[in-house]
């Protein structure tokens, strides 16, 4: 049985009116006292951090325990509805806070002196969650021994030296569970993509030592040559060339990639007039003078079309559009990747779109149009299915951006809005019908 909790119940009347007196803080007057106040905070922080895994904890034992009716659909696992409510309360992803209950409940049931240690304010927030991280291959009672072996050097270890000592830790007392858990990473070898915010993207490749150390000799190699023949690439510049090269089979830094990009961006910006920046659905914003290079060079190369799309000159809202299929496919589909900026609808999700959902589904008369469509990543569409949870379209105008309203199991309220699309009055240049036509002849890239 759980020890009941012995520390005064404070009620979120009482932690709201605490936020408030620390929002209106006024700093000291000497600098030694600022940086005892920053301490005190950042012990806060701390304790704060602390006490919210205590609460995530309770509150996902209490709602797993819920007799929950399935109502006949696909019913997600339990733990997808409990972490998106968390995600809701704490301003994160639906992804993030199934994670934060999950660790919360690691925190406090196998590593309870790291969670002191926590509260007490001699480790942050992100490196408790990393040692309940460090230690997830492990059972409950490894996982205790490398907590009871580690707590008493916490104190002053930074990011790189707790991990090393965690990692020490399992390999000493868990050395069976460890040799597994190296065989099962070297055979989840994968590659993953991230977008950066200044027009560029990243590739992460997770190989074994061997094989890893193999691929860094030859693109040493390959930027050693290009050096050698007087190329006027950085080396750093010739070995992404030459990863990409290698696998696409097209040079990067002499070729046009054959593929299909979605660029929208405003009239004004596209005849050099504006510099509101295009928009690459799914990925991000380009600045308006990259975007116009762009549709030049690929109207150049006979590679762009061009798609005009409507939108209200007030809020920059897409037109809507209906199908009448039960599917959302063909152009709709695309519309919705356009409208919602190719990113999830749900509040706080960052993935990219995987399903086209209809807020009211079929079953409940829901049409297959666009003001009853959304984006949603996989795991925030089947997590609409979870009982409890319901979502619609309120009345807007037909000017507004689209919107989608919904609620929770424990009837948490959230809301989210289409991104508006790029270019807008502010500032724009009144174009004659010439003008317009010309500006119908550019070809985007599409």
Known sequence: ??????????????????????????????????????????????????????????FADAADIEAVPAGGRRTPPRAISIGAEVALATLA?????EQRVLLSRRLRDDLPLTLAALGRGELTEDRAFAIAREVAHLAPEQRRGVDEDVAPRLVGLGDVRLRQTVRRSCLTIAAEAETQRYRRARADRRVTTKRLDDGTGQVTATLPLEVLASVREALDAAAATARAEG???????????????????????????????????GIESLLGQGTDPG???????????LCTGLV???????????????????????????????????????????????ICRTPGCNAVIRHHDHVTSTADGGATEATNGQGLCERCNYLKESPGWTAW???????????????????????????????????????SPLELQLASNFTLVS
Request: proline share 10%; glycine share 8%; aromatic share 4%.
């Open 1 to 58: 049985m759980e020890p009941k909790p012995t520390g005064i119940c404070w009620h979120a009347g009482d932690l709201h009116a605490l936020a408030d007196l620390l929002a209106d803080l006024v700093p000291a007057e000497l600098p030694t006292d600022h940086l005892d106040q920053l301490e005190a905070l950042e012990r806060i922080k701390a304790a704060a951090a602390a006490a919210q895994v205590t609460v995530v904890a309770t």
């Open 93 to 97: 992803s639906p992804y993030a806070g």
């Open 231 to 265: 190329d006027v690439r950085t080396a750093g510049q010739v070995r992404a060339d030459t990863l990409a090269a290698r696998i696409t089979g097209v040079d990067p830094a002499t070729d046009t990639p054959p593929v299909r990009v979605n660029l929208v961006i």
């Open 279 to 289: 928009l690459v659905p799914g990925e991000g914003f380009l600045p308006a003078a």
């Open 296 to 342: 030049r060079h690929a109207s150049d190369a006979a590679k762009a079309t061009l798609r005009r799309l409507f939108v209200t000159p007030a809020n920059r809202a897409l037109v809507a559009m209906e199908s009448t299929s039960r599917r959302f496919d063909g152009l709709l589909a695309e519309f919705l990747d356009l409208r919602d900026g190719g």
């Open 393 to 431: 379209v309120p009345d807007t105008p037909p000017d507004q951006p689209h919107q989608v309203h919904g609620v929770t199991e424990h009837l948490r309220l959230h809301h989210s809005t289409a991104p508006p699309m790029p270019g807008g009055p502010a500032g724009a240049p009144d174009y």
